[in-house]
């Protein structure tokens, strides 16, 4: 029952100290099934609590916790669209991790100055098969992510110089000239 608990407190540290501070990174994201080279992106973002700005690609996305914002710079198109929790959580990893908490087994693993925290869904049909997440232990600082969907096929999130920061940045865009698209 204690590794239990001690799981549930640095995930939970990590999601209260999300609520409280911005979290601005660099990342890669990494989509690789057994026997294919691997899909590689890169982008920027920043998240605090359910907001969030993400760029990537000629796209930029923001949630303010209302609406959804989709810049699409090569259409010059700005979506605005209310999102449901589903959404949300697919598009935010940390809130994904916290809706799997009462649906999986537990399991943490100390390694050098990392945290490894593993979600394994009780029930296989849950969509995936394995969530990882490592955290730096004494900063609480998310460093990456596995999002095991099949045998095969696996997400990787890596954050590239994470941080903290007490500033919050605006999670609206506004791109003056574009064609909005308000679909709320």
């Given at each position: 029952?204690k590794?239990?608990?001690?799981?549930?407190?640095?995930?939970?540290s990590?999601?209260?100290?999300l609520?409280?501070?911005?979290l601005?990174?660099?990342?890669?994201?990494?989509?690789?099934?057994?026997?294919?080279?691997?899909?590689t992106?890169?982008?920027?973002?920043?998240m605090?609590?359910?907001?969030?700005?993400l760029?990537?690609?000629?796209?930029?996305?923001?949630?303010?916790?209302?609406?959804?914002?989709?810049?699409?710079?090569?259409?010059e198109?700005l979506?605005l669209?209310?999102?449901?929790?589903?959404?949300?959580t697919?598009?935010?990893?940390?809130?994904?991790?916290?809706?799997?908490?009462?649906?999986?087994?537990?399991?943490?693993?100390?390694?050098g100055?990392?945290?490894?925290?593993?979600?394994?869904?009780?029930?296989?049909?849950?969509?995936?098969?394995?969530?990882v997440?490592?955290?730096?232990?004494?900063?609480?600082?998310?460093?990456?992510i596995?999002?095991?969907?099949?045998?095969?096929?696996?997400?990787?999130?890596?954050?590239?110089?994470?941080?903290?920061t007490?500033?919050?940045?605006?999670?609206?865009?506004?791109k003056?000239?574009?064609?909005?698209?308000?679909?709320?």
């Open positions: 029952m590794l239990l608990f001690i799981t549930l407190t640095v995930l939970q990590l999601l209260a100290t609520e409280q501070k911005t601005v990174s660099d990342f890669t994201i990494s989509i690789a099934e057994q026997q294919a080279q691997p899909i992106y890169t982008g920027s973002l920043a605090h609590g359910k907001q969030f700005t760029s990537m690609f000629n796209m930029e996305a923001a949630y303010d916790g209302n609406t959804l914002y989709m810049y699409s710079e090569e259409l198109e979506t669209s209310t999102p449901t929790e589903e959404e949300l697919q598009t935010n990893p940390f809130l994904y991790a916290q809706a799997l908490l009462p649906i999986c087994q537990y399991a943490e693993k100390v390694v100055d990392k945290t490894q925290i593993t979600l394994t869904p009780n029930d296989q049909s849950a969509g995936i098969k394995k969530f997440l490592r955290v730096t232990t004494a900063t609480l600082l998310p460093t990456n596995e999002i095991h969907e099949t045998e095969v096929q696996t997400t990787t999130l890596r954050l590239n110089n994470a941080r903290y007490d500033e919050t940045p605006s999670f609206v865009i506004e003056e000239g574009a064609f909005v698209n308000d679909l709320r």
